[in-house]
T-cell receptor
Framework: EAGVTQSPTHLIKTRGQQATLRCSPI?????VYWYQQALGLGLQFLLW???????NRGNFPPRFSGRQFPNYSSELNVNALELEDSALYLC????????????????FGDGTRLSIL | AQSVTQLDSQVPVFEEAPVELRCNYS??????LFWYVQYPNQGLQLLLK??????LVKGINGFEAEFNKSQTSFHLRKPSVHISDTAEYFC??????????FGKGTRLHILP
């Protein structure tokens, strides 16, 4: 069974640019989660998509957005990049139970490392 | 709302010694608890989970954790660590109708 795949592995941008990160969930999983892992800050929840809809978002500005496609893959877009957006962005998937409080564990990809120069 | 506190940001331990990584949570409802491990340059991998039933949960790689409701803790233990256990460990909690919350992580350093 293929795991969660993320692309690209690394992404280098400059301030003010826009970044697009992609995630393919495990086959059969309908929920996709995005996290930001910045140095010293642990995992910060960004977004949760299930069945094509945004179900919940963390405490991030609107320039962080995304979507989920009919095949359950997902995209995270970050506009007007700032230096503090430099981080590892992790995507996870689970077989969503229809609520955010799912008892299903999340399966993570290896992340996209976004560096802002 | 739930929250998770991992009391130690770093834990050094000698190879073949036992280790305990501490995790405390707060929640007003029943919770599900997880431990994840992150090896260098990789995503997170599930070690073990507590959903209900027996309070002692066994996971992969010889790890186990005990759910203690009265102390709101879910500490992770291993009786004998190996150099390959060097990683960052995350405790996480989720409750019904709420998102999963991760702790800030504990870096486990194995000393030769």
């Amino acid at each position: 069974e293929a795991g969660v795949t993320q692309s690209p592995t690394h992404l280098i941008k400059t301030r003010g640019q826009q970044a697009t990160l992609r995630c393919s969930p495990i086959s059969g999983h309908t929920s996709v989660y995005w996290y930001q892992q910045a140095l010293g800050l642990g995992l910060q929840f960004l977004l949760w998509y299930d069945e094509g809809e945004e179900r919940n978002r963390g405490n991030f500005p609107p320039r962080f957005s995304g979507r989920q496609f009919p095949n359950y893959s997902s995209e995270l877009n970050v506009n007007a990049l700032e230096l503090e957006d430099s981080a590892l962005y992790l995507c996870a998937s689970s077989s969503g139970a229809g609520t955010a409080g799912s008892n299903q564990p999340q399966h993570f990809g290896d992340g996209t490392r976004l560096s802002i120069l | 709302a739930q929250s998770v506190t991992q009391l130690d940001s770093q834990v050094p331990v000698f190879e073949e010694a036992p280790v305990e990584l501490r995790c405390n949570y707060s929640s007003s409802v029943s919770v599900y608890l997880f431990w994840y491990v992150q090896y260098p340059n990789q995503g997170l991998q599930l070690l073990l989970k507590y959903l209900s039933g027996s309070t002692l949960v066994k996971g992969i790689n010889g790890f186990e954790a005990e759910f203690n409701k009265s102390q709101t803790s879910f500490h992770l233990r291993k009786p004998s660590v190996h150099i390959s256990d060097t990683a960052e460990y995350f405790c996480a909690v989720s409750g019904r109708d709420d998102k999963i919350i991760f702790g800030k992580g504990t870096r486990l350093h194995i000393l030769p």
